[in-house]
C-alpha cells in the first residue's frame, strides 16, 4: 500500500508543477487575473495534498486500513476539488459550461477534510491508550 500511495503522491505531485507551468505560461494570456488566481488555488491544493500523500505513504504511526482510507479520501476530494477548480477557472475556453459542476469543488473539499480528520483521530487514538496503561 506504502508504494501505491508514494506512487500516486508523486504522480499528483508532478501534475501539479506541470499545471501551475502550464497556468503561469500559457493560461496567464487567455484568462483573467481572477481565473489565474482560481486555477493557481487548484494547484496549490493539488501539491498540499501531493505532499500528504507522500507523509501517508512513509509514517508508522497510522496502521494500514486507516492509510488506505485516507488515500481514497484525498484522491478523490483532489480530483473533485482541483479537478473542478480548473474546470470553473477555464470555462470560458471552451464551449462546455462547466459551471454545472460548481457543486463538485465543496464535496471535493469534505472528502480532503475528512482524510484530514482521520489522520487526526488516528494520530490521537493510540496517545489516549498509551496514557491509560
Known sequence: MEKKIISTGALMGMIAI???AFGAHALKNVLSLEQLSTFETG???QMYHALFLL???TTHLINQKSKKIIYNLT???T???SGSIYLLAT???TSIDFKVFGFITPIGGLFLISA???LFIDILTPMKKKIKI
Open 18 to 20: 506541470i499545471l501551475g
Open 43 to 45: 494547484v496549490r491544493y
Open 55 to 57: 507523509f501517508i505513504g
Open 75 to 77: 484522491v478523490i476530494g
Open 79 to 81: 480530483i473533485f476539488f
Open 91 to 93: 470555462n470560458n475556453l
Open 116 to 118: 484530514w480528520i482521520k
